[in-house]
Every structure is written in structure tokens, then in C-alpha cells.
């Protein structure tokens, strides 16, 4: 075992969404007897990961996270590399030759399969894909087919219910947000008039946070729509109602909003169904061939657990687009191993487990590539603080990188042709998407804080200073 050399241990941190940075941030405070050095990569321009691309636009609460992981990284002690992707611009094995430690803090970004006939039909669609898009990822394309009148969000998560609002909400009621403007073009021309979202169990079993729940009743020109058939309790359902305090708030909202009058005569309904399985997508025929024409779902009943069971009874929706909110799933790190169920890089508490199930001495895991897609944001400071305790614990082994250098690194970068940015770039970038908001502020019918750059290229030109003719 060797002891901590009299130099920082440098350490790569891929992916600075919040694992990321909350892991760079918990790490420099932590008590320690040896210096640090943090790069945080990127493979997007830009940092935030899941805020700037998974949070829905008009979420500015959960978006102003961003506000905490801009002082974290604008301290000057973490050290920003954007439009780097591991697996080509970098290898592991070039990050063992530059680095101590790698944390892999990569996410989910992926769409959980589900497993029923008709996935594959036009009109099917992975709500983690919409969202990439109504959040302007850079590597989706720029166009969505909205042209669907009646439109099923399969899941009972919060993402369902983000899809959902974003489906059924205005477009100029979305103006506000930060939504590029390819976006609220496309939504504007959506003739969308029903959204029905559906939840395989029932109202004590979904997934949402009541504040979420509440929210779709704000939706100016949108009327709640609930079915009494829908509002079963099991035993379990009971038990759940009385000792979870979410789950109790949320039970309360949807029966109040199942006993009130909820029919304002609005242009747009939103859907609530319960114990309904999705069973198969069904196609169109004759010029409908190949596309969405339905949704079939089977009719379920609780089992005393909360678990359900189906009933044999069926029902046929006619919808024109099915979005599937599941759940997302992580995807494969170049050269780590891979638990392909749960979508993570096999891990004990953060230390990544190599093919013989014995931890690989340097490398970690934190975030949602580490313990899956469940959680809020919040929760991920926790797990990193796991993450870094089991980096701690091993430092005294870990100073193995042949060419620590600062520079060495952007050396590398430079010499492969690639375009790294760095934090000053995002300040740049940055300035440049609140210029656009006055812009627009200033020539459309509201106020609009921020308007994001949506291509690859353009973000990086302005990021390295090479401003476009939007300047
Ligand atoms: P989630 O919370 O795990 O919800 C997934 C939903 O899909 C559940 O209702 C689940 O039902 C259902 N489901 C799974 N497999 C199914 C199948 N084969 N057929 C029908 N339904 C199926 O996942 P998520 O919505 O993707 O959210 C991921 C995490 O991000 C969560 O922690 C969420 O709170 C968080 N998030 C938060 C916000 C926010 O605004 N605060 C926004 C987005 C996401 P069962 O329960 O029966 O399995």
C-alpha cells in the first residue's frame, strides 16, 4: 500500500448533472489529510445533466437547483470539461493514465422497455425521449410529431405527470419557461384534446409527490377528468393511506377532485385512470397501417397487498399516440460491467465491482448509474456522501496515475481535435441564453428569464467564444 504523495490526488469525475457535482462539492469539503484536484466531465456542452435536460421547463422550484451547483462550480476548485464523451473522446484507460480515482456519475437518460406488442408502431413514444426533446437536448432531433387528438402517458410516475402536463398545457402558457422555440412551435400546433394517463394500480399506489399531483390542476383551459370505478382501497391501500402522510395527501386530492365538479367546458382534458394494464398498442388499418390507432388495457383489481391482479375485463382506447413513462433505465459505461435489470454499473455502497465481483480499486459509482432511477434530486447528496466515504476509506492505495498533470489531460483533448469547454465557457453560454430571454422579453407578448441553445455546435461555438450571428 502506498501513502498520500505530496501532491493532490486527482480525481475524474463523468457526468455533471447533480451526482456529479454534489460528489466534486462533498469531496472538497470533506476532512481529509491530502489535497485534491476534480475534473468533472462532461459529454454535453453544458453542465446540470438531468436538470438543464430531464426537469420539466415550468419547474422553476426543481430547476433553481441549478442555482446551488452554479457556487459549488463557480468556486474555481473544480475544474469544468464539457463536450467530452466517455467511451470515444476518452477512454478508461486514458483516465487511469491521468487520474487516481474515476467516479462515474452517468445517469439514466434511457427509457424503460415495456414489454407489450405495438412498442414498435408509429406514435409510440418513450416519454424520457419527450422530454429530451421539450428540454432541448442537444441529440434528439428538432422536429416532434405531435399531430396525435387523443393521446394515453402510461406510468403513475412524476415523469408521466410531467409528459402529461406538457402535452395537455397551452403552448403560450409554457411561454414563460425556458423552452426553445422549436418547441413551443411544435406545441402550438399540437391538436391535442385528450390526455389519459394511466396507472396499472391504484390511487394509495402511485408513484407522484403530492405537490406534483396538485399541479395538473393548474393548467389554465384543462379539465380533470376521474372515474369512481377507478377509486379502489385494499386493505393494504388502507394501511397505506393512514401511516404515509404522501400518500394520504394524495388519496385526499384525487377523491376530492373525483366528488367536485371538475367539468369546466375547457378545450383540453387531462385523464385520470386507475387499474389499467397495459396490454397491447393497437395498429390502424388501411393509411393507418403501421401507426398508433389505440390502446388496449386490462381491467385490474387489488389483491389485499397493493400488488394487483388482472380481471379478465378489457377495454379498447382510441388514442393516436401512447407515451410510455415507465421509468428510465441506465445504459452501458464503455468497459465497466453492466447489470442489464436494473440498468446500473454493479456496485457495493459506490465501489464499482469488477466480473469477479471484487471491487476495482479506483473506480466508483454515484448517482442514478449507481443506485437507479428512483429518488429526488435531493436524495443523490446522500448517496454520494456513501460514494466519497468508500473513496476515503480507500485513499491510501489509490495515487496510481502515471501522468497527473493538470495539463497533460488538456493536452490529450487538444491533441484528438476535440472541443472541450470549460466553466467560464458555460458562463458564457450561459449569458448568451439570458441575452436571448431579454431579446425575446423585449419583442414578445411575456417575460422570459432564459432561451436555450439547442444545437451542439452553436453551444459550443459560444461556449469557446466563437459567437454566431445571434449575439
Ligand atoms: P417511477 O416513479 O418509478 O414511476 C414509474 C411508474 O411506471 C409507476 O407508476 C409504475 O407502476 C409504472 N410502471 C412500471 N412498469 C410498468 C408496466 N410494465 N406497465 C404499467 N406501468 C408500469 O419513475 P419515473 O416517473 O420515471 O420517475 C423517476 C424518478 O424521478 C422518481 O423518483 C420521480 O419522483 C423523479 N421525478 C421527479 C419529478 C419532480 O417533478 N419532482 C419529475 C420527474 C421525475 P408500479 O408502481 O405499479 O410499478
Given amino acids: 500500500m502506498t501513502s498520500a504523495p505530496d501532491r493532490p490526488l486527482r480525481l475524474a469525475i463523468i457526468g455533471a448533472g447533480p451526482a456529479g457535482v454534489y460528489t466534486a462539492d462533498l469531496l472538497t469539503k470533506a476532512e481529509r489529510d491530502f489535497e485534491v484536484s476534480i475534473d468533472l466531465f462532461d459529454r454535453y456542452p453544458a453542465p446540470y445533466g438531468l436538470i438543464r435536460y430531464g426537469v420539466a421547463p415550468d419547474h422553476p422550484r426543481i430547476k433553481g437547483i441549478v442555482k446551488a451547483l452554479h457556487k459549488v462550480m463557480d468556486r474555481g476548485d473544480i475544474r469544468f470539461l464539457g463536450g467530452v464523451d466517455f467511451g470515444t473522446d476518452i477512454t478508461l484507460e486514458d483516465l487511469r493514465e491521468h487520474y487516481d480515482a474515476i467516479v462515474f456519475s452517468t445517469g439514466a437518460i434511457k427509457d424503460a422497455d415495456l414489454h407489450i406488442p405495438g412498442t414498435d408502431l408509429q406514435g409510440s413514444f418513450g416519454g424520457a425521449d419527450f422530454v429530451s426533446w421539450y428540454d432541448g437536448h442537444p441529440d434528439v432531433p428538432r422536429e416532434w410529431p405531435l399531430t396525435a387528438r387523443e393521446v394515453a402517458v402510461i406510468g403513475n410516475g412524476n415523469v408521466a405527470l410531467d409528459v402529461a402536463r406538457m402535452l395537455s398545457k397551452h403552448a403560450d402558457d409554457l411561454l414563460v419557461t425556458e423552452i426553445p422555440e422549436n418547441v413551443y412551435q411544435g406545441l402550438k400546433s399540437s391538436p391535442i384534446t385528450d390526455v389519459h394517463v394511466f396507472g396499472r394500480r391504484g390511487p394509495?399506489?402511485?408513484?407522484?409527490?403530492?405537490l406534483e399531483l396538485r399541479e395538473l390542476?393548474?393548467?389554465?383551459?384543462?379539465?380533470?377528468?376521474l372515474y369512481p370505478e377507478d377509486f379502489e382501497f385494499d386493505a393494504a391501500s388502507e394501511e397505506a393511506a393512514t401511516s404515509n402522510n404522501q400518500i394520504k395527501t394524495m388519496v385526499g386530492t384525487l377523491t376530492n377532485w373525483l366528488v367536485e365538479e371538475q367539468d369546466t367546458g375547457a378545450s383540453r382534458r387531462l385523464h385520470l385512470h386507475f387499474l389499467q394494464q397495459p396490454v397491447e398498442i393497437l395498429e390502424g388499418?388501411?393509411?393507418?397501417a403501421g401507426s398508433v390507432a389505440g390502446l388496449r388495457m386490462e381491467r385490474m383489481e387489488l389483491d389485499g397487498t397493493g400488488n394487483v391482479k388482472g380481471t379478465g375485463e378489457f377495454t379498447d382506447y382510441?388514442?393516436?399516440?401512447?407515451?410510455?413513462?415507465?421509468?428510465?433505465?441506465?445504459?452501458?459505461?464503455?468497459?465497466l460491467g453492466y447489470d442489464e435489470r436494473r440498468g446500473v454499473i454493479p456496485n457495493d455502497a459506490g465501489r464499482i465491482l469488477g466480473a469477479d465481483g471484487a471491487p476495482v480499486p479506483g473506480l466508483y459509482a454515484s448517482g442514478w448509474i449507481k443506485r437507479g432511477p428512483v429518488g429526488l434530486i435531493g436524495h443523490t447528496k446522500g448517496d454520494a456522501l456513501e460514494t466519497i466515504g468508500c473513496l476515503l476509506e480507500d485513499q491510501p492505495g489509490l495515487w496510481t496515475a502515471r501522468n497527473p498533470d493538470e495539463q497533460a489531460v488538456l493536452?490529450?483533448?487538444?491533441?484528438?481535435?476535440?472541443d472541450y469547454t470549460s466553466w467560464e465557457g458555460w458562463?458564457?453560454?450561459?449569458?448568451?441564453e439570458l441575452a436571448l430571454g431579454a431579446e425575446a422579453s423585449s419583442t414578445g407578448p411575456v417575460a422570459r428569464e432564459r432561451v436555450k441553445v439547442v444545437e451542439r455546435e452553436e453551444m459550443t461555438r459560444i461556449s469557446r467564444g466563437i459567437l454566431t450571428h445571434h449575439a
Avoid: M, N
Fill in 411 to 418: 493536452d490529450l483533448l487538444e491533441s484528438r481535435g476535440i
Fill in 204 to 210: 394509495a399506489q402511485v408513484k407522484f409527490t403530492p
Fill in 427 to 432: 458562463l458564457a453560454l450561459d449569458e448568451h
Fill in 285 to 288: 388499418e388501411g393509411e393507418q
Fill in 217 to 225: 390542476a393548474h393548467s389554465k383551459d384543462v379539465d380533470l377528468v
Fill in 318 to 335: 382510441p388514442v393516436q399516440a401512447v407515451y410510455r413513462a415507465i421509468g428510465y433505465h441506465g445504459s452501458e459505461v464503455p468497459g
